[in-house]
């Protein structure tokens, strides 16, 4: 893959992973997957969790703007990930090339299922019901459009939910908000503009965290690694950006149906190319 090739490749990682605040691990790594065999699971993650990264601070910028991040939430959860992120990047050396490759393929593919089977109930902005069980955190946000949220959480699910997807990101390069969006909208009941918002803040913190981790291990010492960064980062600053201005014009369901397509198609081509 050359240069002007990377550029493209973060740029569309950037676009559609602040769109559904995922951060576009979830795209990357089938594509370093399929163009670079050669590199291992760490490696590949390791790039990823780069540029992950990079496109969740960028992400955040944008949607910090648009008044849709929930800040309260938002900095307990990411808490609880570093715990898990750290463990997840010292554990992914000893998976297998093949093993790595049929755990992705099966994990988008079973993503892809969930959110399909899920996409009905997400309701996005007023009108969202919100729980009333006891010891749930009930929270009002307004955006800079002035749409009112009104939604309940229950706190300690959701930090369990972070505990692990902490752990699973860096161990998947996935970034985590292929996950943690899904489990916020379907089982902590967020508006889904709220949790692509607050999931790209809390996948900030958490890369940040792997990278720094994958930086004192020495992943990321050889020299064409961290080009390869660069190149994926220098598209993906204005994919971000483009994302999250999309993201205030593209129906909350639209955006879960495309992204459930996009997974099963990249988890079906994972699995065909290592059986």
């Not at 955040?60 to 992120?85: C, E, N, Q, W």
């Not at 483009?242 to 149906?257: E, F, N, Q």
Request: aromatic share 10%.
């Amino acid at each position: 893959m050359d240069i002007f090739l990377l550029v493209i490749a973060g740029f569309i990682v950037g676009t559609f992973g602040t769109l559904i605040g995922a951060g576009g691990g979830f795209i990357l790594v089938p594509l370093l997957i399929l163009a670079y065999p050669q590199l291992d699971p760490e490696t590949t993650t390791a790039i990823s969790m780069a540029v992950v990264a990079v496109n969740a601070i960028s992400g955040s910028l944008a949607y910090a703007r648009s008044g849709r991040i929930d800040y309260k939430a938002g900095v307990v959860f990411a808490l609880f990930t570093i715990p898990g992120s750290i463990l997840g990047v010292l554990t992914v050396q000893y998976i297998p090339q093949k093993w790595f490759n049929l755990i992705f393929g099966f994990l988008l593919i079973g993503l892809s299922v969930y959110l399909f089977y899920k996409n009905r109930n997400a309701v996005a902005g007023q009108g969202h019901l919100v729980p009333t069980a006891k010891g749930l955190k009930h929270h009002s946000l307004t955006d800079k459009n002035g749409t009112v949220y009104h939604y309940a959480y229950n706190q300690r699910h959701g930090i369990i939910i972070s505990i692990l997807v902490g752990y699973l990101s860096p161990l998947l390069g996935i970034g985590g908000g292929i996950i943690h969006v899904p489990a916020m909208v379907n089982w902590l009941q967020f508006p889904v503009y709220i949790a692509t918002a607050t999931s790209h803040f809390i996948l900030a913190v958490m890369a940040t965290v792997s990278v720094i981790v994958h930086t004192i291990n020495g992943t990321y010492g050889e020299p064409g690694i961290l080009k390869m960064i660069v190149f994926l980062s220098l598209g993906v600053i204005p994919g971000a950006q483009l994302g999250a201005y999309l993201s205030h014009r593209i129906k909350s369901h639209v955006i879960i149906k495309v992204l459930a397509s996009c997974l099963v198609l990249v988890g079906l081509r994972i699995l065909l190319k290592s059986i």
